[in-house]
């Protein structure tokens, strides 16, 4: 029988639930009336060749941003060739706050574990792992870190393993996630490293390529360059980029065994330089969108799921990253390519032209900041056709990668020649980038910066 004091204890803890539970109801019934008596709001033209959105940005960088709901922080994980990889703190002011206080973007912790180059990250929410490649610029080996995501921002390294050099890119697949496909920029190599639940990583293949003469490019085509491992919409196919080469090498994936069988490649212009790319999925087609750094090019393709278990590409167009035929600086570079969370619309960056002149971000320089551009498409869904709606200044110069929230809402700019990230707000509906919320500095070349949204403060 259970003693008196247990029986009181019990009935506390019962009627604490309770008020618990009447609490919540009375709050979420309060969030609702308010939200439906939120007014709307509509946009504004800017001048984008001298933009001035962030004239309320604070000496440390950041913009008052009227966002809906409560005050929150959301973290963001940053690399950087310096060797760090850096944790940010994003806070959104609620509100009732908004008009007089600043969105911050502050540094939680530093990491120099990955190693003195890293090049890309990636998440892993369902166990709480980020995945970290180090480039390996001073050879002989490039490396995989494997960390462990705590609730407060650090970062707990867990295992790292050698491969061959320049690992630049990671597609997660296999069940229950346990393998990366690599891309080996520098190392003309695909392959794929297991891990555990513990987190302990173990090579499980590894494929080099080699041309039989260089590329229309001979500079940047003298061997196979693996610039991105993608997973494809099934999880049944990993395909690369080869930047050297002039396709996109195409694996089936096992999702046991973790192997990669090659089939046939996706050919494309010489010279080009395929660089990344992003699916999108209606209900009646697959798209595939196509960046090639070389030529500046987007070309747009519908993908046939063959019977024989190998991908069909039907070329939909092939067009200049800005939409439409622009004259570029003489080593303009295509990077990023993003399709939106809601499959509306289709995000790319460029690199070099500088074809912004922004207000910098400091209020005390006068000096204006050199910025290029990133451009956005919208997708129609029928034809997988794209129609340019904006060009919008990235935030400085070499935006190499950006990453996209959950609902479409922000925009994290990795600028590499700058060593900035900014964050970016942007009209789910529209497609259009609208304000800078936010930015900070980080030491040395920026080359990925990624998005945590299940913190909580």
Request: net charge negative; proline share 7%; with cysteine.
């Amino acid at each position: 029988m259970m003693p008196d004091s247990g029986r009181m204890a019990r009935a506390r803890g019962v009627g604490l639930i309770a008020t618990v539970v009447v609490i919540f109801l009375l709050a979420s019934f309060f969030l609702a009336r308010q939200l439906t008596l939120l007014p709307t709001q509509s946009s504004q033209s800017i001048d984008l060749k001298h933009p001035t959105m962030w004239k309320g940005i604070s000496p440390a960088g950041l913009l008052s941003l009227g966002l809906a709901g409560s005050a929150s922080a959301t973290l963001l994980y940053v690399s950087s060739y310096a060797g760090t990889v850096t944790t940010l703190s994003l806070t959104l002011p609620d509100d009732d706050s908004a008009a007089t206080t600043a969105a911050t973007l502050e540094t939680i912790s530093n990491s120099t574990d990955c190693g003195p180059n890293p090049s890309w990250l990636s998440l892993d929410y369902s166990k709480n792992f980020l995945f970290c490649l180090d480039e390996g610029f001073t050879g002989p080996y490039g490396g995989v870190t494997s960390f462990y995501t705590n609730d407060d921002g650090t970062l707990a390294t867990l295992n790292k393993l050698d491969v061959i050099q320049g690992p630049v890119s990671i597609a997660q697949f296999g069940v229950g996630g346990h393998g990366l496909a690599i891309a080996h920029y520098s190392g003309s190599s695909v392959s794929v490293v297991g891990f555990t639940p513990e987190g302990t990583l173990t090579l499980v293949l590894n494929e080099t390529y080699a041309l039989e003469g260089p590329g229309p490019n001979p500079e940047r085509q003298e061997a196979p360059h693996p610039h991105e491992a993608i997973l494809d919409p099934t999880a049944s196919y990993v395909l690369v980029p080869d930047l050297g080469a002039d396709i996109v090498r195409i694996y089936q994936a096992d999702a046991s065994t973790l192997a990669l069988t090659p089939v046939a490649p996706l050919t494309v212009r010489p010279g080009s330089g395929p660089r990344h790319g992003a699916f999108t999925v209606t209900p009646d087609k697959t798209y595939f969108y196509l960046i090639s750094e070389l030529g500046n090019v987007i070309t747009g393709y519908e993908v046939i799921y063959k019977d024989d278990k190998t991908l069909g590409f039907n070329e939909l167009f092939v067009i200049p990253t800005h939409g439409e035929e622009t004259v570029l600086p003489e080593g303009t570079g295509a990077a990023e390519i993003v399709v939106s969370p809601d499959g509306k619309y289709l995000i790319a960056s460029s690199r070099w032209e500088n074809s912004f002149n922004i207000t910098n971000f400091d209020p005390s320089n006068s000096t204006e900041i050199p910025s290029d551009p990133i451009i956005s498409f919208s997708i129609d869904r029928a034809t997988g056709d794209l129609t340019k709606v904006q060009e919008f200044p990235a935030g400085g110069s070499g935006p190499r990668h950006f990453s996209i929230n959950a609902d479409g809402s922000l925009l994290a700019v990795s600028l590499q020649a700058d060593g900035r990230v900014v964050i970016i707000d942007r009209d789910v509906e529209t497609g259009l980038l609208k304000d800078y919320v936010a930015y900070t500095n980080i030491e040395g070349e920026v080359t990925a910066a990624i998005f945590r949204e299940d913190y909580t403060l």
